[in-house]
């Protein structure tokens, strides 16, 4: 798989949950409750399969050990969103926009939890 591909695999799980549950007029509570909600059905479906994370070396010190397993952001799921026909792109790009503002403005991190938040998945 070509360096950065897998972190662009969908499973059809995934795609079926974000299709039926993707609204265009969704507030920034709702992606982020879908994407706590895509990740739970991630983490399911790489349970349920025995997914393992890939071996990775550490450049600095050569180490060797498993990578970490994937997650999704907001930003994910807005591309998500627009990759599989959810949202038009003009759309998209101004809710990217505004989702950077955002997180900004209220200091989240990328999988929209504020600072010190534990992990809702």
């Not at 972190?7 to 799980?13: A, V």
């Not at 349970?47 to 050569?62: M, T």
């Not at 809710?95 to 938040?117: E, F, I, N, S, V």
Request: glycine share 8%.
């Amino acid at each position: 798989m070509p360096r950065g591909q897998s972190s662009q695999t969908w499973f059809p799980e995934l795609v079926a949950l974000l299709r039926r549950s993707w609204r265009h007029d969704m507030d920034w509570l709702g992606v982020i409750a879908l994407r706590d909600e895509l990740e739970a059905q991630l983490k399911a479906v790489i349970n349920s399969r025995g997914i393992v994370p890939a071996i990775v070396r550490c450049s600095d010190c050569g180490h060797v050990g498993p990578g970490r397993a994937p997650s999704l952001t907001v930003r994910a799921v807005l591309f998500a969103a627009n990759r599989f026909g959810l949202e038009p792109e003009e759309s998209f790009r101004a809710m990217d926009k505004a989702w950077a503002k955002h997180r900004k403005t209220y200091q989240l991190d990328p999988q929209g939890r504020p600072p010190g938040a534990t992990p809702a998945v």
